[in-house]
């Protein structure tokens, strides 16, 4: 529970800091969210309107009729040539007069249109004084209906000025309505938006496009909620400024058309039937170039793509909640996986799996609905929680295996403590049952052996038999539980799962014994004493786990499973044995061990009788002893006392063999084969 808290405690603030370096674009970050998402107008394969065309004023028209500006008669000429257009967007600024011949005739060019939008642009300096009638017709073009909502709704902070640059007084009245085409860019300097509107003394005009849409589609535009405008069916959404995010085309879609051709007839006036056309500037130092995220394109082309926008359903639309519900799914992700996952790898894969995946998602849905989603900002609240959340499980695991390190260095095997280490959450410190088994030895006659020979010598003489029976038990995978005065107690399957741990738990106790008769030998010929144990194993279900005070607690097993381990070591004196099994560790056994049967017993305690075995070596000895031990044992089954005292009386003169002489003794007393009810420990 402490971890936990202790990840929240560092996420929070990851998530608190990343949402708002989102809400309030904080740079760099917003210049880099910027690019990163730029790859939508790369995916996407949208065909822009038909219904759109650009006449450029460009490089072969320039070098034909000279540099810019040119004489309003020749101007007026091209004009002319359109005026099968539906509507005609003029993306260039009159505001000077030549003279009043001039200035008629391209007056009556642009008069002569169906319908055409002059533009203009706001500026924060200029030295053009605009007069109360040019004024006067500019008002004509704002937008009365729109304006008129600002107390309906919370306006947007529409972009303005105090001085604008526009047409003369003959032009402005000659067209049919006046549009800005003022807008901003980015905080890279792109331009990815277009502006729906703008004021100028403090009266609200449309942009050259949105006058151009409402001349074409005869509807005008109005407010249906505060971040949503509606063009006859058409709903736009605007963001804080009145802008609108431009969806753009591949620029070799763009259908430009040279003013050059259009005067000198190569395109007819038919093919500009009911059209929109946009007629500006391209030639370098007269036009302007917008950069944008498909490159840099002439000004116009923005007023030309978000008319396509509008006239083919490629509307951009910002669900930014969305991105906030992101970025908080992307800060709990990694915490998530550290609490399922304890390979750092397998977590690294799904972060980046899963990222991937949303990533796939968010641009297929701008590709197929147009909806642009910021995948960057979550990409820095998954690192940056990836980065808090590894750093932490880095030091909860270092501390974590330093613990287990210093718990179970004595007790395990160095592999299993590297497992253990590696994985600890397969170790449930607060206790689980499992099925185990179990192993109690114990010295015989040790306290004869004590009293032999001094303190000192006994403990040099017990520290030298501890050391190989401890490596018997971690040599297969066991885990040495404590040793209890001369008696050694083990586990295995526990801290760390063994596979066929009643098998490792044999192995291991027949390791015990061939190392005490190496050793055995070394203290017979230093003219010590040997030592004899016993050996008891037993495989149940027990409670295994940290068991004890607050202020001292082992990793240790409870239950009756152990109790039984316990009491089946203590019986291997009964019948002169070295190691003695249960039914239940038999019953698990998955390689060929040798090993016969000695009797069904209840112990102190128990009710249900329980048969024990005698796990014997794999030597030709202990295969014949076997042998001719379970043809006496099958005899006195059938209650055959004369034939089976003779044959245990053949195996205790031939082997010297202990169940046989206790067998014996049964017979002896008239005692049948049953349950032998043990009244002692």
Same mark, same amino acid.
């Given at each position: ?15 608190? !800091?990343?949402? +708002? ?26 065909? !822009? ?17 000279? #540099? ?44 002569? /249109? $169906? ?39 919370? $306006? ?19 067209? =049919? /309505? ?5 807008? %901003? ?28 849409? &409402? ?7 109005? &407010? ?30 763009? *259908? ?18 009911? *059209?929109?056309?946009? +007629?500006?500037? =391209? ?73 991937? %995946? ?12 147009? +909806? ?9 609240? @998954? @690192? ?32 299993? +403590?590297?497992?253990?280490?590696? $994985? ?19 010295? #015989? ?16 003489? @017990? ?99 152990? $109790?039984?381990?316990? &009491? ?12 003695? !099994? ?5 019953? #698990? ?36 002893? *076997? ?19 003779? %044959? ?17 003794? &049964?017979?002896?007393?008239? =005692? ?7 009244? =002692?420990?």
């Amino acid at each position: 529970m402490k971890d936990k808290l202790l990840y929240i405690a560092v996420l929070i603030p990851v998530l608190v !800091i990343v949402l +708002l370096l989102n809400i309030y674009k904080v740079e760099p970050f917003q210049s880099f969210s910027l690019r990163f998402n730029d790859i939508n107008f790369e995916l996407q394969k949208k065909e !822009i309107s038909p219904e759109v065309v650009f006449v450029a004023i460009d490089e072969p028209s320039v070098n034909k009729f000279g #540099r810019w500006p040119w004489k309003r008669e020749l101007i007026a000429n091209g004009i002319e040539k359109l005026n099968q257009a539906n509507v005609v967007l003029m993306d260039m600024i009159f505001s000077e007069p030549t003279s009043e011949k001039q200035d008629t005739i391209l007056a009556g060019s642009i008069a002569s /249109l $169906n319908s055409s939008v002059c533009g203009f642009f706001l500026r924060h300096k200029a030295t053009q004084e605009i007069q109360d009638d040019e004024l006067d017709i500019l008002s004509d073009s704002s937008l009365d209906l729109l304006q008129s909502q600002i107390a309906e709704f919370n $306006n947007p902070s529409f972009i303005s000025a105090p001085h604008a640059e526009m047409n003369i007084y003959p032009i402005l009245e000659a067209c =049919t /309505l006046s549009g800005s085409f003022s807008t %901003l860019s980015e905080s890279d300097h792109l331009l990815r938006s277009y502006p729906i509107a703008v004021y100028f003394q403090n009266i609200l005009y449309p942009s050259l496009g949105i006058q151009g849409l &409402r001349l074409y589609k005869n509807k005008d535009i109005k &407010r249906v909620e505060p971040s949503q405008v509606v063009l006859g069916k058409k709903l736009i959404h605007i963001n804080e400024k009145g802008f609108i995010r431009l969806n753009f085309y591949n620029p070799s879609q763009y *259908k430009t058309i040279s003013f050059l051709d259009v005067v000198q007839g190569k395109v007819k006036p038919e093919f500009f039937k009911d *059209k929109i056309v946009i +007629l500006g500037i =391209t030639e370098v130092g007269a036009g302007d170039i917008a950069s944008t995220p498909v490159g840099a394109i002439p000004g116009p082309l923005l007023h030309y793509t978000f008319i396509s926008n509008l006239l083919q359903g490629h509307l951009i639309v910002e669900p930014n909640i969305v991105v906030s519900y992101l970025i908080i799914f992307f800060v709990l992700l990694p915490f998530i996986l550290v609490l399922v996952f304890s390979k750092i790898l397998y977590r690294a894969i799904l972060n980046v799996f899963v990222y991937l %995946l949303v990533y796939s998602i968010v641009r297929y849905l701008f590709v197929s609905e147009m +909806l642009y989603i910021d995948m960057f900002f979550p990409l820095i609240s @998954l @690192l940056l929680s990836a980065v808090a959340v590894e750093a932490i499980a880095f030091n909860l695991q270092e501390k974590s295996g330093k613990f287990l390190k210093d718990t179970f260095s004595s007790y395990l095997s160095g592999d299993l +403590l590297s497992q253990l280490i590696a $994985n600890p959450d397969s170790l449930k410190l607060g206790g689980e049952k499992k099925e185990l088994t179990i192993l109690f030895s114990d010295i #015989r006659g040790f306290t004869t052996l004590s009293e032999s020979m001094s303190p000192e010598k006994l403990i040099e003489i @017990l520290n030298r038999y501890f050391t190989p029976m401890t490596q018997s038990v971690l040599d297969y995978g066991g885990m040495l539980d404590k040793y209890i005065g001369d008696a050694v107690m083990a586990f295995f399957n526990a801290p760390v799962d063994v596979k066929n741990h009643a098998d490792a738990a044999c192995y291991s106790a027949l390791s015990m014994i061939e190392k005490l008769d190496k050793l055995n030998e070394v203290f017979m010929g230093e003219g010590l004493h040997p030592i004899r144990i016993g050996i008891g194993l037993n495989t149940a279900e027990v409670i295994v786990g940290n068991i004890g005070s607050d202020a001292k607690k082992d990793y240790t097993v409870i239950g009756d499973g152990v $109790n039984l381990a316990s &009491r089946v070591e203590g019986l291997t004196k009964n019948y002169t044995v070295q190691i003695l !099994i249960t039914e239940f560790t038999v019953a #698990r056994l998955v390689d060929s061990f040798i090993y016969r049967e000695i009797e069904p017993v209840k112990v102190k305690g128990k009710e249900e009788a329980v048969v024990l075995y005698e796990l014997m070596p794999n030597t030709q000895k202990a295969k014949e002893i *076997k042998k001719h031990y379970e043809e006496a044992l099958a005899v006195y089954k059938e209650n055959d006392f004369v034939q089976a005292k003779e %044959l245990f009386t053949s195996m205790v003169n031939d082997y010297d063999d202990g169940p046989s002489e206790y067998m014996l003794e &049964r017979i002896k007393n008239g =005692t049948p084969w049953g349950v032998h009810k043990m009244t =002692t420990k």
